[in-house]
């Protein structure tokens, strides 16, 4: 098991950032991709960023290319998204995935493990 826990969110004004942290735990001695997710109320989760195990691989949703930037410590079992020029339509609960495989994807389905979500507000 992995249990994920997620880190930065809040309250920021339009234009603003913020930056998310992932810290794993458990059997985290496993080469894992990891991704990042988002989810509004009424809506699907949606793909936001993914990263491969050796962190050379990204991977963005085309609302968060050249505004996100998602990386990986793996000395300290903790993932990142830094989130600059944020928007409005950015406000939803963002949630920290990992991939049973090194392999990044921007399917929902091919992550087993998710943390709890933290909440990610813009204000205009």
């Known amino acids: 098991q992995v249990q994920l826990v997620e880190a930065g969110g809040g309250l920021v004004q339009s234009g603003g950032y913020l930056r998310l942290s992932c810290a794993a735990s458990g059997r985290t001695d496993s080469r894992r991709a990891m991704g990042w997710f988002r989810q509004t109320p009424g809506k699907e989760r949606e793909f936001v960023a993914g990263?491969?195990?050796?962190?050379?691989?990204?991977y963005y949703a085309d609302s968060a290319k050249g505004r996100f930037t998602i990386s990986r410590d793996n000395a300290k079992n903790t993932v990142y998204l830094q989130m600059n020029s944020l928007k409005p339509e950015d406000t939803a609960v963002y949630y920290c995935?990992?991939?049973?495989?090194?392999?990044?994807?921007?399917?929902?389905?091919?992550?087993?493990?998710w943390g709890q979500g933290t909440q990610v507000t813009v204000s205009s």
């Open positions: 995935a990992a991939r049973v495989s090194t392999t990044a994807s921007a399917s929902i389905y091919d992550y087993r493990y």
């Open positions: 990263i491969s195990w050796s962190g050379v691989s990204t």
